[in-house]
T-cell receptor, first 113, second 116 residues
Framework: GNSVTQMEGPVTLSEEAFLTINCTYTATGYPSLFWYVQYPGEGLQLLLKATKADDKGSNKGFEATYRKETTSFHLEKGSVQVSDSAVYFCALSSGGSNYKLTFGKGTLLTVNP | EAGVAQSPRYKIIEKRQSVAFWCNPISGHATLYWYQQILGQGPKLLIQFQNNGVVDDSQLPKDRFSAERLKGVDSTLKIQPAKLEDSAVYLC??????????????FGPGTRLTVT
């Protein structure tokens, strides 16, 4: 079955530091890959996505590249801000009859000023 | 555009009691999802509706959980009777077209359930 493994948190960084959150997946076929973010007190929202190998998703300074050869979709940002503090979820959707999302466990990021 | 609405936001009940959660998806979204998010874990799909029909309920504990989506718009998820392990955040999401590659799901704020 499908599964997503992302790095354990929590991750604590200083403002302007470089961020990487690792994500690897197991799936049948050719999944679409997503990063969702959950800010404190809010619902999940889509951060970025990639639908085929070598695609790069980007949004708000965050980037992730779909690497089929390593089954990975690592999230990166060159310079984090305090406002980026949130829980980040890697997820995949592998089609079939319902394209349901399979999520990783989430990584809590705290950025200190 | 209004987002996905859920109520209540918080609920505390005793074990063996019953509880119901309500979700109103984004207008025009044919697909509605209910997820369970236990503390420290990612959301897990409980049930997916396409209009008012069930597409996937393979992970719904049907002995105690039920869900309906009458008229293909809003939906209700019920737990009866509740167990301690049902303590979680229940998320509702909706999407326009479930069959598109990379289709985005839009999530509501969730209902935090505590079973004591």
């Amino acid at each position: 079955g499908n599964s997503v493994t992302q790095m354990e948190g929590p991750v604590t960084l200083s403002e302007e530091a470089f961020l990487t959150i690792n994500c690897t997946y197991t799936a049948t076929g050719y999944p679409s890959l997503f990063w969702y973010v959950q800010y404190p007190g809010e619902g999940l929202q889509l951060l970025l996505k990639a639908t085929k190998a070598d695609d790069k998703g980007s949004n708000k300074g965050f980037e992730a590249t779909y690497r089929k050869e390593t089954t990975s979709f690592h999230l990166e940002k060159g310079s984090v801000q305090v406002s980026d503090s949130a829980v980040y979820f890697c997820a995949l959707s592998s089609g079939g009859s319902n394209y349901k999302l399979t999520f990783g466990k989430g990584t809590l990021l705290t950025v200190n000023p | 555009e209004a987002g996905v609405a859920q109520s209540p936001r918080y609920k505390i009940i005793e074990k063996r009691q019953s509880v119901a959660f309500w979700c109103n998806p984004i207008s025009g979204h044919a697909t509605l999802y209910w997820y369970q998010q236990i503390l420290g874990q990612g959301p897990k799909l409980l049930i997916q509706f396409q209009n008012n029909g069930v597409v996937d309920d393979s992970q719904l504990p049907k002995d105690r959980f039920s869900a309906e989506r009458l008229k293909g718009v809003d939906s209700t998820l019920k737990i009866q009777p509740a167990k301690l392990e049902d303590s979680a955040v229940y998320l509702c999401a909706s999407s326009l077209d479930p069959t598109g590659v990379g289709v985005e799901q839009y999530f509501g704020p969730g209902t935090r359930l505590t079973v004591t």
